[in-house]
């Protein structure tokens, strides 16, 4: 309980208490922490005393980004929220509440972290059974996909957060009744999202030094919501012999509160049955995945009206974080801070629990029907397409808040 009101639909309980970067129009970027409808200002708090050591905690949280703070590494980034915690739970509002609070709606959300690298993994069997259906029917899952977390190495410099929109990318592709493999130069007519949560490295690795599964979670920090855009007439044309390209590097978007691990312990769940057993580096042991409901709206430019396009679990996954970062790095690949690591589309074994418009309309052949009538075999120049992440039950949920883009149309 706390003496601030929390409303119990709220994504930012105090189980939660995730870090973000914002600022409240004075382009002054600050370090915060998400409680209900507020945010806890982590330089007042600093200054208040909160935590100790005022000039250190000021400056890091001064930076524009959390990177110097995550690398601090757990014990203090958890003794932080403990500390914020025990000022929720005081007894009586404490005299420097309105000093240390923002109307969260007053607050612009900013990237809050600077993204060294980001790979995307390809975890959910059945995102990779349905696009494997699509592009090559007689041979959906590769042999290779049972055997390791399949992943390519994606493009940080164009990885956006929450808010900013998303320009509908040009490039090379196959029309319908053109010249076999003949490509013309155009915008994508087949732009998707991909629903996908990442998480973020906390502590980076030296070059030539793998991280075991079983010491892989030392150097998540936590999770963020993930829309991996994708053009996916540029993405088939390209995609042979070298993986994904530009239909995919033009943008990603994540959600502003990165989640803390931690915070998700309550919500840990076994994963799917692995056959064939995993090799040695990549056996786990005990609750590795976890289970955080997830829904995509799709919102177009005539209507206010979101319409659902998608429910899934990120309990469906195949392969488990701890086994992507093992993979990852057991060749001596390092990681560093920041790092993301995408999950992959993360589609659930019903067609109303796929994860990208690929799969809700089987490649475009069944489009969806809209509140406004409209219809959608992918997405449209006007779209506000909004993902929603959250775990647990009204009162205590550890939500992510939502990761949203509008689609602009192509330039000129
Ligand atoms: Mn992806």
């Not at 075999?377 to 993902?387: A, R, S, W």
Request: glycine share 10%; aromatic share 10%; proline share 8%.
């Amino acid at each position: 309980m706390s003496w601030l009101h929390i409303s119990p639909d709220s994504d930012f309980s105090l189980q939660n208490l995730p870090f973000g970067i914002f600022h409240t129009g004075d382009a002054q970027p600050r370090a915060g922490m998400a409680i209900g409808g507020h945010i806890v200002d982590l330089v007042a708090a600093a200054e208040a005393g909160l935590f100790g050591k005022r000039r250190f905690f000021k400056k890091i949280f001064t930076q524009a980004t959390l990177n110097d703070f995550i690398a601090l590494g757990k014990p203090v980034t958890n003794r932080i929220r403990r500390k914020v915690r025990e000022w929720l739970e005081q007894p009586t509002t404490p005299e420097n509440a309105l000093q240390l609070l923002v109307d969260r709606q007053t607050a612009i959300m900013l990237m809050p972290i600077r993204v060294p690298n980001y790979t995307d993994f390809y975890s959910s069997i059945e995102h990779a059974t349905n696009v494997g259906k699509m592009f090559r029917p007689d041979n959906p899952l590769l042999p290779n996909w049972r055997w390791m977390p399949i992943g390519y190495h994606g493009r940080a410099s164009s990885i956006v957060v929450s808010g900013t929109p998303i320009r509908r990318p040009k490039g090379q592709i196959l029309v319908p009744g053109g010249q076999p493999d003949t490509p013309i130069f155009g915008p994508s007519r087949q732009l998707d999202f991909e629903l996908e949560l990442a998480f973020v490295i906390g502590k980076e690795s030296t070059l030539g030094e793998p991280i075991t599964a079983e010491n892989a979670e030392e150097h998540i920090f936590g999770l963020v919501l993930f829309n991996d855009w994708s053009a996916r007439d540029i993405q088939r044309w390209e995609y042979v012999p070298l993986g994904p390209f530009l239909g995919k590097n033009f943008g990603s978007s994540i959600s502003p509160w990165i989640v803390p691990l931690e915070a998700l312990k309550p919500y840990r769940v076994k994963g799917p049955k692995q056959t064939p057993p995993p090799l040695d580096y990549l056996k786990t042991r005990g609750l590795k995945n976890l289970d955080i409901s997830l829904s995509v709206t799709l919102t177009s430019s005539n209507d206010s009206v979101p319409t659902l396009v998608s429910r899934s679990n990120t309990k469906y996954l195949y392969w488990n974080m701890a086994q992507q970062l093992a993979h990852h790095t057991v060749n001596g690949c390092n990681v560093q801070v920041g790092d993301l690591l995408a999950s992959g589309t993360i589609s659930g074994p019903t067609p109303d629990s796929y994860g990208s418009m690929l799969e809700l309309t089987w490649g475009g052949r069944n489009p969806i029907t809209l509140n406004d009538g409209t219809t959608r075999p992918f997405l449209q120049d006007g779209d506000v397409l909004t993902m929603h992440a959250w775990a647990g039950e009204e009162g205590e949920k550890v939500g992510f808040g939502s990761v949203e883009g509008e689609v602009l149309g192509a330039i000129e």
